[in-house]
């Protein structure tokens, strides 16, 4: 059993729609990161979310961290083909390293 | 700065054969990871190192070995190649074990 649960673990989709990805965990964390991971490359931070109920938006992507910094999730408006990749988040419990999800990955057909 | 450098990019191993992958990075981060990645899944963490001289296992060490004798580098030794051990290998360094991870192009192993 995975410190952090992703759902789904495969999505595809069709250009144009919208998504939303969960990262969920019985745990507390000090903060959570979000991570894109294209195919054949290593993943890229997205973003760090830090405070219970924080919104952040990065273009269509926008990211939400529960109120009690348990959970977190992804949400992506009018995907683009581009958007295709794996999605990791990533959490620091108090005192410990960053912690990874098993991810989920997106693929978004033209 | 070229970030976080692996070599090779790609090799195919016989069972038994015995092989160290490179890493580097460039960004005077005290935090250094080795990760494997299976097909389709996340990251595995193998082992990490918070500083020049220390390592620690993670999540799935067995059958590999590290050493961290400058803060630049982290190699990854494997002696006894298996199947098991085909995947994606992954370096990243960090300046914090909560800051931001920063990812090596990966090296792909194929054991045969």
């Known amino acids: 059993t995975q410190l952090l649960e992703q759902s789904p673990q495969f999505l595809s989709i069709q250009e144009g729609e919208n998504l939303t990805v969960y990262c969920n965990s019985s745990?507390?964390?000090?903060?959570l990161q979000w991570y894109r991971q294209e195919p054949g490359e290593g993943p890229v931070l997205l973003v760090t979310?830090?405070?219970?109920?924080e919104v952040k938006k990065l273009k269509r992507l926008t990211f939400q961290f529960g109120d009690a910094r348990k959970d977190s999730s992804l949400h992506i408006t009018a995907a683009q083909p581009g958007d295709t990749g794996l999605y990791l988040c990533?959490?620091?419990?108090?005192?410990?390293?960053?912690?990874f999800g098993g991810g989920t990955r997106l693929m978004v057909k033209p | 700065n070229a970030g976080v450098t692996q070599t090779p990019k790609f090799r195919i191993l016989k069972i038994g054969q015995s092989m160290t992958l490179q890493c580097t990075q460039d960004m005077n981060h005290n935090y250094m990871y080795w990760y494997r990645q299976d097909p389709g899944m996340g990251l595995k963490l193998i082992y990490y190192s918070v500083g020049a001289g220390i390592t620690d296992k993670g999540e799935v060490p067995n059958g590999y070995n590290v050493s961290r004798s400058t803060t630049e580098d982290f190699p990854l030794r494997l002696e006894l190649a298996a199947p098991s051990q085909t995947s994606v290998y992954f370096c990243a360094s960090s300046y914090s074990e909560k800051e931001t991870q920063y990812f090596g192009p990966g090296t792909r192993l194929l054991v045969l």
């Open positions: 745990s507390v964390f000090s903060s």
């Open positions: 979310v830090v405070t219970g109920g």
């Open positions: 990533a959490g620091a419990l108090a005192g410990n390293m960053l912690t």
